[in-house]
């Protein structure tokens, strides 16, 4: 057989594949495009097809293989695009923390930040930081509690104030904007 006859054979069954394809789709749009990569995929590869056996079938078989590939192609991609014309708060956060240069940045700021605490206050705020109570920290510095919780609470406001770019909502620093 050669390609031309082959061709026409295929093109004589485009109705009923349209039909089929209507079956996975129900779509008529969808189901045309289904029709065109099954015709498509079935002349590209026509050098596999065996003469003599049923042409219909191997027709719906490459049908449905497209179907399944595409469904599986579509899931696949869709688990990992956003398809909004807004991208939420929380994606373009996930987004922006993937970034380890970016975060390299960051983590250098705040020990830049840690650093100029004196240590009267990087003390018992790291030890804090660490999971120890208030009274632990005023036994091993030997200072009272109340001195322990301002230190602390003074160190919070310093680190915040030094680490203002980072807060949510806080407009870009001078030196960030393009300009």
């Not at 039909?19 to 050098?47: C, P, R, S």
Request: no cysteine.
């Amino acid at each position: 057989m050669t390609k031309l006859e082959f061709n026409t054979m295929v093109t004589k069954h485009a109705e009923s594949l349209k039909m089929y394809a209507m079956h996975f789709t129900h779509d008529d749009e969808d189901a045309n495009d289904l029709v065109q990569d099954t015709v498509l995929k079935a002349i590209t590869y026509y050098d596999k097809f065996k003469e003599g056996t049923n042409l219909k079938g191997w027709l719906y078989t490459i049908m449905k293989n497209t179907f399944i590939n595409n469904y599986r192609r579509f899931i696949k991609i869709s688990s990992f695009v956003t398809k909004s014309d807004e991208i939420s708060s929380a994606n373009l956060s996930y987004s922006a923390t993937n970034n380890r240069g970016e975060n390299k940045f960051v983590m250098d700021d705040i020990k830049h930040a840690l650093n100029n605490l004196s240590d009267d206050y990087y003390i018992p705020f790291t030890m804090y930081f660490e999971g120890y109570k208030y009274h632990e920290i005023a036994d091993h510095l030997e200072i009272p509690i109340g001195t322990v919780k301002t230190r602390i609470h003074v160190a919070r406001k310093t680190l915040k104030k030094s680490l203002k770019p980072y807060q949510v909502g806080a407009t870009m620093p001078n030196y960030a904007v393009a300009g």
